[in-house]
């Protein structure tokens, strides 16, 4: 029942996030002449409802692919593909996410920005503190800063601190790719 | 001209990556202590408040005569391994493996735990003094604190006689209370 409240909440907030965005797309999208950015992040994480203290179990490596579009030159909107990168059913965090990025300073190769993702994705073992999950499907979520610098016309380089679905914190180094659509 | 300050950081996050995997399984010589060592305690020991091992405990001795344990004759012998396994509370797989390996005079102590039943057991970093810190209650006793615990009709806690050990009472050792 608490899954289920939780899971309406989440798309309760997708929705609200959704239709905030969509009166902006079609203005801006002209305004920012259809650029995009496909960027991917790795990076250990930290899994804070593990139990085992053994490094091996308590760290593991994520990764998150994502593909936004720049609606103004500070927000891009789009969807992100994000997970834990394990074999072991129990620790397999797998969800897909509607993301938007805000760069909160800008300077000409440098942006420090913040990231917002909503979703759902596979209810794996890990994320539960007593490690059993109570459904196939799970909400999801991350909240992240990240740093990023550009190289050149169009790749970017950059790290990423973040917080996802409650119980991973996450560092990792991102890279991207700026293209017009 | 390219800023490799990002390049650093990449190679940092690496070697943090990598060493997510790290972390060594059971040795060998730990693995099938439930069958192959004499366990000390009849009973499973009871978590306690404040409980480094969290949960329901149960203490094996490998490389050590029967008859030694029996009469609970301490030093232990140079090459015995005590294994203690624990499972918390509500669950039925092992969650956490420590062992003391008798080297010489002194002893080497180690940790394994694991989240999952299907999962193996992986080494925890942490310094021996976490173990020794509390195990010095025990120095008069070699550094171990459970005693062996025969059943009560007298029968030993050898591993053809497991049943008739698990019978018994939860206490670990007499003198130094449970640990």
Known sequence: MRQR???????????????????????????????????????????????????????????????????????????????????????????????????????PVFSLGAVLGLGAGYDADILHADLEADAAIAPYGFLAVDARWSIGERWLVGLEAGWENVSILRLGLLWGYRFDG | ?????????????????????????????????????????????????????????????????????????????????IVKESTRDGESHVWLIATARKQGDSWQWDEYTRNFADEEFRHILSGESVC?????????????????????????????QREQCGQRGDQEVLELGPR
């Not at chain 1, 085992?52 to 990764?63: D, L, T, Y």
């Not at chain 2, 060592?37 to 490998?62: E, F, L, S, T």
Request: with cysteine; glycine share 10%; proline share 7%.
């Open chain 2, 1 to 81: 001209m390219v800023d490799r300050r990002p390049f650093r950081w990449l190679f940092g996050l690496t070697c943090v990556a990598l060493a997510s995997a790290c972390g060594s399984t059971l040795p060998d010589d730990v693995r099938g202590y439930e069958s192959d060592c004499i366990r000390m305690n009849a009973a499973p020991i009871p978590p306690y408040q404040g409980d480094p091992h969290r949960g329901r405990k149960n203490v094996y001795a490998c490389e050590v005569a029967q008859e030694q344990l029996e009469a609970n004759a301490r030093p232990f012998p140079d090459g015995a391994l």
């Open chain 1, 5 to 107: 409240h939780l899971f309406a909440t989440w798309f309760a907030l997708f929705g609200l996030v959704g239709a905030a965005a969509v009166p902006m797309l079609a203005p801006s999208a002209a305004r920012a002449e259809n650029a995009f950015v496909l960027d991917g992040q790795v990076g250990p994480a930290f899994l804070t409802k593990s139990r085992s203290r053994a490094i091996g179990h308590g760290f593991k490596p994520v990764a998150r692919l994502g593909l936004r579009m720049s609606l103004t030159p500070r927000l891009e909107v789009g969807g992100a593909v994000s997970g834990i990168v394990d074999s072991s059913e129990h620790y397999r965090v797998l969800g897909g996410l509607a993301a938007g990025r805000f760069a909160l300073w800008q300077r």
């Open chain 2, 132 to 160: 020794t810190g509390c195990h010095d209650d025990a120095r008069a006793a070699d550094w171990i604190f459970t005693t062996y615990d025969a059943a009560p009709d007298g029968a030993t806690c050898s591993p053809s």
